[in-house]
């Protein structure tokens, strides 16, 4: 039982939380702004595969409660003059959980 145990907490650790993606628009979607044409995993981390630090829009996302609220959307979290919504393709930020966002392409990395 001790083995079961520790395999499944092991994998959570290495799987990480790839659920977090679907809780802002595009989240599956988010561009590697070092590595064009591949997808930066790790949602809300300065790690493309997640995990350990998170970048300042996975503070920003911690602090509005893993919710996407028109005051996140509205944000500049890495202060490149683009607020988070017009990044993640919301720029009207009426984007719900579930439902396809405004725009799905030219989606831009909006912690990097």
């Known amino acids: 039982m001790k083995f079961v145990c520790l395999v499944v907490l092991?994998?959570?650790c290495?799987?990480?939380?790839?659920?977090y993606a679907n809780?802002?628009?595009?989240?599956?979607?988010?561009?590697?702004p070092c590595k064009p044409?591949?997808?930066?995993?790790g949602v809300g981390h300065t790690n493309p595969s997640g995990g350990l630090a998170r970048n300042k829009f996975g503070l920003d996302?911690?602090?509005?409660?893993?919710?996407?609220?028109?005051e996140l959307c509205e944000k500049d979290s890495d202060g490149d003059g683009s607020s988070n919504g017009?990044?993640?393709?919301?720029p009207n930020c009426t984007w719900k959980q579930?439902?396809?966002p405004y725009r799905t392409t030219d989606i831009t990395h909006p912690g990097q």
């Open 10 to 12: 092991l994998l959570a």
């Open 14 to 19: 290495v799987y990480g939380h790839p659920w």
């Open 23 to 32: 809780l802002i628009p595009n989240g599956d979607n988010l561009p590697n």
């Open 37 to 41: 044409g591949e997808r930066w995993h």
């Open 61 to 70: 996302l911690k602090a509005a409660n893993f919710t996407w609220t028109k």
């Open 86 to 90: 017009e990044e993640l393709g919301d």
């Open 98 to 100: 579930g439902e396809k």
